[in-house]
Structures are given as structure tokens and as C-alpha cells.
Nanobody, 122 residues
């Protein structure tokens, strides 16, 4: 079983930056696809970014050019660098992992963290 714990959320002004971290434990996730998703109040959960074991990345159009997903396999950790934050980025951000993700949508990933709140004020 893989456990995922997010950290780094908080309150930031529009235009500011935050870096979220997702620490995995229980198993080595270097061969897993990893992702970030978010859910705002009253909205469905949506995929934000994903990174494969080989380093291929995906970004939602709404965050492309502002967010960067990366991984440090030595630390069994995935990051989401968020720049130029907007109020519409306010949401609970979740980390997710999937062992075989070639044809798996992010929202169907096997493992999920508890989420961390990101609030962007204007």
C-alpha cells in the first residue's frame, strides 16, 4: 500500500507562488505515474498535472505555463510548483499515484492523499 501526504498549502495573494510537496511511503513510487488534482467548493475534482515514470508531463489548460510538476525519486516525493496564482486556483489539492497509468485517467488513480488547502486572495 502507498501512503501519500501533501504539504505546502496555505494562503497566498494573487500573483504569488507556492510549492506543494507529496511524500510517498510504503512503497517506492519511482516507476509510478504521479499526479495532482484539485477540487474547489461546489465543483467536481479535476486533474491539474501528471508526470510519468519517464518524465512525460501533462497539464490542464488552465494551469499550463504557470504550474510545473516534478519528482525527486531519491526522496520518493513529487512537487507542484505554482506560480502566478489566481483566485480561481483556490481549492483542495490532492496528490495521486498509479502503478500502471498508460491508459488510466488521473481521477482513476489508485492512491490518493488527504489533500492540502490552497487559498488565493485577490
Amino acid at each position: 500500500q502507498v501512503q501519500l501526504v501533501e504539504s505546502g498549502g496555505g494562503l497566498v495573494q494573487a500573483g504569488g507562488s507556492l510549492r506543494l510537496s507529496c511524500a510517498a511511503s510504503g512503497r517506492t513510487v519511482s516507476s509510478y505515474s504521479m499526479a495532482w488534482a484539485r477540487q474547489a467548493p461546489g465543483k467536481e475534482r479535476e486533474a491539474v498535472a501528471a508526470i510519468s515514470w519517464s518524465g512525460n508531463t501533462y497539464y490542464a489548460d488552465s494551469v499550463k505555463g504557470r504550474f510545473t510538476i516534478s519528482r525527486d525519486n531519491a526522496k520518493n516525493t513529487v512537487y507542484l510548483q505554482m506560480n502566478s496564482l489566481k483566485p480561481e486556483d483556490t481549492a483542495v489539492y490532492y496528490c495521486a499515484a498509479e502503478r500502471s497509468a498508460g491508459y488510466t485517467p488521473v481521477l482513476d488513480y489508485d492512491y490518493w492523499g488527504q489533500g492540502t488547502q490552497v487559498t488565493v486572495s485577490s
